[in-house]
């Protein structure tokens, strides 16, 4: 009875022995194979994602303050890079000095038609009130009509500028003849401007148009006003082509992150706010408020403005639009085809 009973002792033991092999040999397995595919994921990734980008109210901006990229990949060196308007976006890129950048549609226009080494990716937004004319309330300006004799301050070849003249254009005021100074100044440049009493207004985006509103400004009209007469503005995401052809899954995989941040927005608005406030410069109540000022794209909703190569879709036609408005401003010398614009979208990510 003793001798079976040591029997069965030493065959569980032999048991126990087996299975920890077995345990160990699995778990070993699982954890080169774990190895392997992080050694993979890393070998097909850039040591570096260099992001020019600007202090705009939209998913980008929340992406970069939630940690969103540098959470996705966490062996690579995340490198933001600050840039006050498109132009700057579009030099930086002719200079291969950013990977991604975000343009608004009059620089992303002058850009396709230069012929700069990018391609559009991603439609973050269409403007709305996030971008306005404020003029100082002791400036006796009520209406465009009044804008005669006066200096307007604004930031040339953006999202800003284009409305503002196309707003002057709806209403056949002609700034030289009837005598408006405008001025191209950067976003800081004007505050300081409107600090000094050296302009009487400016078209400019957020958060700056909430500093001038409350350094004593009144809206006279927004960028929504302008879209209803088929103004339309946005922003949206360029990338470097050769970045793109040789880190495709990395475009694919920021493009998830945009979308992540666009949700949390739409789930968590006040949380959002609060986290945007401290890139904004502005309160959670201010922030939230700038931030409904555009409509937010998810990437559900981009198809629709990509479409095909041979079915040019929305973004392609505003491009086109933007583009024939800055030609005849002189802006660039000729328009390309509505075919080049749509030839400049990575469609094929929106399939």
């Excluded at 006796?140 to 002057?168: N, R, V």
Aim: hydrophobic residues 40%; contains cysteine; glycine residues 8%.
């Amino acid at each position: 009875m003793i001798y079976q009973r040591k029997i069965n002792v030493v065959f569980v033991l032999l048991l126990l022995i087996v299975f920890t092999l077995i345990t160990g040999c699995s778990n070993q397995g699982a954890s080169a194979a774990k190895n392997e595919r992080s050694t993979a994921s890393a070998s097909n990734a850039p040591k570096e994602i260099r992001l020019g980008y600007q202090v705009s109210p939209n998913g980008e901006l929340l992406a970069k303050a939630l940690g969103l990229l540098e959470e996705k990949y966490p062996h690579v060196k995340i490198n933001w890079i600050k840039f006050d308007s498109g132009r700057d976006v579009n030099n930086a890129m002719a200079s291969g000095s950013i990977d991604f950048g975000l343009v608004g549609t009059p620089p992303g226009s002058i850009g396709i038609a230069n012929g700069l080494p990018y391609k559009v990716y991603y439609l973050h937004d269409i403007i709305g009130e996030s971008e306005a004319l404020v003029v100082k309330k002791d400036s006796g300006i009520k209406s465009l009509k009044d804008l005669k004799g006066k200096k307007i301050a604004t930031t040339f070849s953006s999202t800003s500028h284009y409305s503002l003249l196309g707003a002057l254009k709806e209403e056949k005021i002609d700034p030289q003849k009837d005598n408006i100074t405008l001025l191209d100044m950067q976003p800081p440049d004007i505050y300081a401007a409107w600090k000094r009493n050296d302009i009487d207004g400016a078209y400019i985006w957020q958060p700056m148009q909430t500093k001038l509103i409350n350094a004593g400004g009144n809206i006279i009209v927004t960028s929504k006003d302008l879209a209803k007469k088929g103004i339309v503005t946005g922003e949206f995401g360029i990338v470097n082509k050769d970045f793109a052809s040789k880190y495709p899954e990395i475009v694919k995989g920021y493009i998830s992150v945009l979308d992540k941040a666009v949700h949390y927005y739409r789930n968590k608005p006040k949380e959002a706010s609060q986290v945007l406030s401290k890139e904004l410069g502005l309160s959670p109540a201010e922030s939230l408020k700038t931030m409904k000022q555009i409509i937010w794209l998810d990437a559900s909703q981009q198809k629709d403005f990509f479409r095909e190569r041979q079915k040019p879709g929305k973004l392609a036609k505003i491009l086109k639009d933007t583009g024939d408005f800055m030609a005849k401003q002189k802006n660039i010398s000729s328009s390309p085809s509505l075919a080049t614009y749509q030839q400049a979208l990575f469609s094929d990510l929106y399939k």
